[in-house]
T-cell receptor, first 116, second 113 residues
Framework: GESVGLHLPTLSVQEGDNSIINCAYSNSASDYFIWYKQESGKGPQFIIDIRSNMDKRQGQRVTVLLNKTVKHLSLQIAATQPGDSAVYFCAELNNAGGTSYGKLTFGQGTILTVHP | EADIYQTPRYLVIGTGKKITLECSQTMGHDKMYWYQQDPGMELHLIHYSYGVNSTEKGDLSSESTVSRIRTEHFPLTLESARPSHTSQYLC????????????FGQGTRLTVV
């Protein structure tokens, strides 16, 4: 069938290194920005989110940074492990109402490969 | 483990056939979504619903239709399948306004020959 969209960029790191995955988003009106992890053969799984009025949020081994000036989102993974190997997608959520209320769209993903 | 189910997991069908991909969730979630994803590619939103009797088109033009008559059920229908519809279709659900975590089904891999 016809492929839809772009092939994903890749990032290769050594086990124990810190990883930084970047995403450019398009809609300034989005209320939340979210990172998902997709392993082979599975649906995406939620990692962490950040509200649009924040610029940093930390979780367990992960940190999300939001720069609204340049519409940029990043995910930092500390001490990357082989189990972190997956595709990482950023996503935007409109929760404010209007014609796009509830709309959840995904941005370009990045394939992360962690070498032991 | 998320309680969202898609059937069938795999489907091979001839051109011109009508098909319905099923998606059900038992979590009582208001928001439901359909995405199309080719291997190693992006996820494209094709339809979403924020509650019963509400459906909206996503960003990717699609010849499919959806319905949301019951909270737990969000089927996607292709009236006349074509080879260009060959792809993986992922269904997801999300609880409510303040909850950003979406739960995904295992997907339906559709091949139209």
């Amino acid at each position: 069938g016809e492929s839809v969209g772009l092939h994903l960029p890749t990032l290769s790191v050594q086990e124990g290194d810190n990883s930084i995955i970047n995403c450019a988003y398009s809609n300034s009106a989005s209320d939340y920005f979210i990172w998902y992890k997709q392993e082979s053969g599975k649906g995406p799984q939620f990692i962490i989110d950040i509200r649009s009025n924040m610029d940093k949020r930390q979780g367990q081994r992960v940190t999300v940074l939001l720069n609204k000036t340049v519409k940029h989102l990043s995910l930092q993974i500390a001490a990357t492990q082989p189990g972190d190997s997956a595709v990482y997608f950023c996503a935007e959520l409109n929760n404010a109402g209007g014609t796009s209320y509830g709309k959840l769209t995904f941005g370009q993903g990045t394939i992360l490969t962690v070498h032991p | 483990e998320a309680d969202i189910y898609q059937t069938p997991r795999y489907l091979v069908i001839g051109t011109g056939k009508k098909i319905t991909l099923e998606c059900s969730q038992t979590m009582g979630h208001d928001k439901m979504y359909w995405y199309q994803q080719d291997p190693g590619m992006e996820l494209h939103l094709i339809h979403y619903s924020y509650g019963v009797n509400s459906t909206e088109k996503g960003d990717l033009s699609s010849e499919s239709t959806v319905s949301r008559i019951r909270t737990e059920h969000f089927p996607l229908t292709l009236e006349s399948a074509r080879p260009s519809h060959t792809s993986q279709y992922l269904c997801a659900s999300r609880k409510d306004r303040g909850d950003t975590e979406a739960f995904f089904g295992q997907g339906t891999r559709l091949t139209v020959v």
